[in-house]
């Protein structure tokens, strides 16, 4: 008998769930939202900590998941449950049965408007890590014009009680890193600054790529949050901070600022969550069984997640438990 | 005899010896006195620090390395205008601090 497994979301950690769940046997359906497979990832031009392209990591996952039926442009109105499993209604008026359902909805970028006093969406040359990354890849942003001093915010709505995320989105300082050493790359005599709290460098190679970043390219990493952004005459930002090694408060004048955006959980996934009787944890991200052996279990016998939807999380994590939930979901549908 | 030495007093913080009676004090009334990350915001937002030494961050150290005098001193630079309270990224009640210090 066919065992549909119903995967909602066509990112990193669906693409890989359902690559992992055919080759044990089971039928994986992805619902993707948008109209191409890849999520966030797929967006990225280069990846931490050794500048590896992401195409090189994504197209070998979209190799894999052909020949698995994926559902583009399409999401889930209705999910019910009862003995046999669960029932879909998708929003093209399908309905799927499914014997579990794997929630790897990923997240949404913290909107960088919200953190008014940088100045996003006010001032021309205030972008995000997001949108940097796009200039990688296309080589095309008009707010970039061969800037000569450049900062990096960190933490932006992350660590922050005043947009009610106090938790750390675990990437961005090292992504900051990255892109700022790219910086130096596509513009060598810029001068390129971060803004940082703490450094965290968690993973292996990453304070190799902190070393590099001082060392290599010349980027100043200065100790203190920046509070305050404005517009100068000559329509140049002026940043304030405080450079709390030195006890100082500073004032920069940069061409171009760029806001590292924290994770949020995607939103978008909310009534059906609530539906499956998933619960959010404190920081706003989907509730799992617990962080260790239950990482990819839900309250919900048969509700699994796997990737970003449960906390801010790198590709490799993202990775590892896309393959551990598809361990997971062979074992309940074994023992079933 | 006279050889020309003294001894240099140390420059070492006594962490032994020094009293946290205000700062323990403070904490009874404001527990989230603890919680600072040291990230600097108020500090670079403070319309005192502007033209004055006057930095909150500096001050919590202060009161937790036993230097209650100067951080006395410092706060007669704030004009509690309670700009530092709305950038403090952990929600610390800034302004109602720096009150109950001078208390
Ligand atoms: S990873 Fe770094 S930049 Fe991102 S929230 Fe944590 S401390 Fe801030
Ligand atoms: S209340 Fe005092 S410490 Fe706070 S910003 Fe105003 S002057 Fe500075
Ligand atoms: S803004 Fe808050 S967390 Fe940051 S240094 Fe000041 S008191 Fe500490």
């Known amino acids: 008998m066919k065992e549909n497994i119903l995967i909602i979301g066509g990112g990193a950690a669906g693409m890989e769930a359902a690559t992992q769940l055919k080759k044990l046997g089971l039928t994986p359906i992805i619902i993707e939202k948008s109209d191409a497979l890849g999520g966030h990832i797929a967006q990225w031009d280069r990846l931490f900590p050794a500048f590896h392209p992401a195409k090189d990591v994504v197209a070998p996952m979209l190799e894999s998941v052909k020949g698995i039926d994926v559902l583009l442009n399409t999401e889930v109105n209705d999910i019910q449950c009862d003995a046999d499993g669960f029932k879909a209604v998708l929003t093209n008026g399908k309905t799927i049965d499914a014997k579990a359902v794997v929630l790897a909805t990923g997240f949404d970028l913290f909107k960088a408007e919200r953190k008014q006093e940088y100045g996003y969406g006010i001032y021309n040359n205030v972008i995000t890590s997001l949108e940097l990354e796009k200039f990688f890849r296309t080589g095309k942003d008009e707010r970039i014009n061969n800037p000569k001093k450049i900062g990096f915010v960190h933490c932006v709505g992350a660590r922050d009680v005043k947009v009610g995320n106090t938790y750390c989105s675990k990437v961005c300082c090292t992504t900051a890193l990255k892109q700022a050493c790219e910086m130096k790359e596509v513009f060598p005599n810029a001068e390129v600054y971060t803004f940082y709290m703490d450094l965290r460098m968690f993973g292996p190679g990453y304070e190799d790529l902190y070393l590099k970043t001082q060392r290599d390219f010349d980027v100043k990493c200065i100790r203190g949050r920046v509070c305050e952004v404005s517009e100068n005459m000559d329509g140049r930002l002026v940043i304030k901070a405080e450079d709390t090694l030195f006890g100082k408060p500073l004032k920069m004048t940069l061409d171009l600022l760029v806001l590292m955006c924290s994770m949020e959980k995607n939103k978008s996934i909310d009534k059906i969550q609530q539906q499956l009787g998933v619960a959010n944890n404190s920081d706003g991200f989907m509730q799992n069984r617990d962080m260790y052996l239950g990482m990819n279990g839900t309250a919900k016998d048969g509700v699994f997640v796997a990737g970003t939807c449960t906390a801010p999380k790198s590709l490799p994590d993202t990775i590892a438990e896309a393959r551990s939930v598809a361990v997971e979901v062979f074992n309940y549908i074994n023992n079933k | ?103």
């Open chain 2, 1 to 103: 005899m006279d050889f020309g030495f003294c001894l240099s007093p140390s420059s070492h913080v006594q962490m032994d010896k020094i009293d946290l009676a205000t700062f323990n004090r403070l904490k009874e009334t404001n527990p989230d006195i603890n919680t600072c990350i040291a990230c600097g915001s108020c500090t670079a937002t403070c319309t005192a620090g502007n033209f004055t030494e006057m930095s909150f961050r500096r001050i919590l150290l202060m009161l937790q390395r036993g230097k209650e005098d100067e951080a006395k001193k410092m706060i007669q630079r704030c004009m509690l205008c309670g700009k530092c309270t709305l950038v403090c990224p952990r929600g610390i009640n800034i302004r109602k601090i720096l009150l109950d210090i001078t208390r």
